[in-house]
Protein backbone atom coordinates (compact mmCIF):
# COMPACT_ATOMS: atom_id res chain seq x y z
CA UNK A 1 0.00 0.00 0.00
CA UNK A 2 1.03 3.47 -1.10
CA UNK A 3 2.40 5.56 1.67
CA UNK A 4 2.82 9.49 1.79
CA UNK A 5 4.19 11.57 4.00
CA UNK A 6 5.24 15.54 3.93
CA UNK A 7 8.29 17.23 5.47
CA UNK A 8 9.53 20.49 6.04
CA UNK A 9 9.91 23.50 7.94
CA UNK A 10 6.82 24.58 9.86
CA UNK A 11 7.28 28.30 9.96
CA UNK A 12 8.32 30.43 7.38
CA UNK A 13 8.89 34.27 7.49
CA UNK A 14 6.66 36.32 4.61
CA UNK A 15 7.91 36.98 1.43
CA UNK A 16 9.65 34.01 1.78
CA UNK A 17 9.55 30.55 -0.29
CA UNK A 18 7.67 27.84 1.38
CA UNK A 19 9.34 24.58 0.71
CA UNK A 20 7.75 20.77 1.42
CA UNK A 21 8.47 17.87 0.12
CA UNK A 22 6.60 14.55 -0.28
CA UNK A 23 8.17 10.86 0.49
CA UNK A 24 6.53 8.28 -1.47
CA UNK A 25 6.89 4.40 -0.32
CA UNK A 26 4.61 1.26 -1.21
CA UNK A 27 4.84 2.77 -5.15
CA UNK A 28 6.83 4.55 -7.19
CA UNK A 29 6.26 8.62 -8.88
CA UNK A 30 6.70 7.11 -11.87
CA UNK A 31 3.57 4.27 -12.08
CA UNK A 32 1.75 4.91 -14.88
CA UNK A 33 -1.92 6.89 -14.01
CA UNK A 34 -1.22 9.03 -11.52
CA UNK A 35 -1.20 12.20 -10.45
CA UNK A 36 0.77 13.38 -7.25
CA UNK A 37 -0.87 16.66 -5.70
CA UNK A 38 -0.60 18.91 -3.73
CA UNK A 39 -3.79 20.85 -1.59
CA UNK A 40 -4.00 22.47 1.32
CA UNK A 41 -6.07 23.85 3.75
CA UNK A 42 -6.07 26.80 5.64
CA UNK A 43 -7.20 27.46 8.92
CA UNK A 44 -11.64 27.36 8.86
CA UNK A 45 -11.57 27.15 5.33
CA UNK A 46 -12.02 23.77 2.68
CA UNK A 47 -9.39 22.10 0.85
CA UNK A 48 -7.84 24.22 -2.14
CA UNK A 49 -6.03 21.99 -4.68
CA UNK A 50 -2.60 23.13 -5.63
CA UNK A 51 -1.17 21.27 -8.30
CA UNK A 52 0.67 17.97 -9.25
CA UNK A 53 2.79 16.48 -10.80
CA UNK A 54 1.73 13.32 -13.28
CA UNK A 55 3.40 10.12 -13.81
CA UNK A 56 5.27 11.58 -17.00
CA UNK A 57 6.60 14.46 -14.84
CA UNK A 58 3.86 17.07 -16.38
CA UNK A 59 3.02 19.66 -14.17
CA UNK A 60 -0.43 21.41 -13.50
CA UNK A 61 -1.09 24.08 -11.41
CA UNK A 62 -3.42 25.91 -10.13
CA UNK A 63 -4.41 29.21 -11.80
CA UNK A 64 -4.77 30.90 -8.29
CA UNK A 65 -1.63 29.95 -7.07
CA UNK A 66 0.07 29.17 -10.61
CA UNK A 67 2.60 32.54 -10.95
CA UNK A 68 3.92 31.50 -7.46
CA UNK A 69 4.20 27.89 -7.27
CA UNK A 70 6.39 25.54 -8.36
CA UNK A 71 6.25 21.60 -8.46
CA UNK A 72 8.83 19.00 -9.30
CA UNK A 73 10.29 15.46 -8.58
CA UNK A 74 12.98 13.78 -7.61
CA UNK A 75 12.65 10.27 -9.38
CA UNK A 76 16.00 8.89 -7.55
CA UNK A 77 14.49 9.90 -4.54
CA UNK A 78 11.20 8.72 -4.91
CA UNK A 79 9.79 12.48 -4.12
CA UNK A 80 8.20 15.35 -5.14
CA UNK A 81 7.91 19.42 -4.06
CA UNK A 82 6.31 22.06 -3.82
CA UNK A 83 7.82 25.77 -3.74
CA UNK A 84 5.50 28.57 -2.75
CA UNK A 85 7.34 31.95 -3.69
CA UNK A 86 6.96 35.02 -1.72
CA UNK A 87 4.66 33.55 0.75
CA UNK A 88 2.18 36.03 2.98
CA UNK A 89 0.08 34.88 5.95
CA UNK A 90 -2.78 33.84 3.65
CA UNK A 91 -0.25 31.00 2.83
CA UNK A 92 -0.54 29.64 6.14
CA UNK A 93 -2.14 26.22 5.94
CA UNK A 94 -1.97 22.90 6.60
CA UNK A 95 -0.13 21.36 3.68
CA UNK A 96 -1.06 17.63 2.23
CA UNK A 97 0.27 15.75 -0.85
CA UNK A 98 -2.06 13.09 -2.16
CA UNK A 99 -2.62 10.86 -4.81
CA UNK A 100 -4.83 10.86 -7.05
CA UNK A 101 -6.22 7.97 -9.54
CA UNK A 102 -5.85 9.33 -13.36
CA UNK A 103 -8.75 6.60 -14.25
CA UNK A 104 -10.93 6.75 -11.59
CA UNK A 105 -10.19 10.40 -10.83
CA UNK A 106 -10.25 9.73 -6.98
CA UNK A 107 -7.82 10.70 -4.41
CA UNK A 108 -6.73 7.13 -3.29
CA UNK A 109 -3.92 7.92 -0.67
CA UNK A 110 -3.20 10.94 1.35
CA UNK A 111 -0.03 12.19 3.48
CA UNK A 112 -1.07 12.81 7.40
CA UNK A 113 -0.58 16.63 6.38
CA UNK A 114 1.94 19.47 7.69
CA UNK A 115 1.41 22.78 9.44
CA UNK A 116 2.95 25.88 7.47
CA UNK A 117 2.54 28.65 9.27
CA UNK A 118 3.62 31.71 7.67
CA UNK A 119 4.78 34.96 10.23
CA UNK A 120 7.78 37.23 11.29
Known amino acids: QVQLQESGPGLVKPSQTLSLTCTVS??????????WSWIRQPPGKGLEWIGFIDWRGNTYKSPALKSRTSVSRDTSKNQFTLQVSSVTPEDTAVYYC????????????WGQGTQVTVSS
Open 98 to 109: ARRDATSNMFDS
Open 26 to 35: GGSITDLFYF
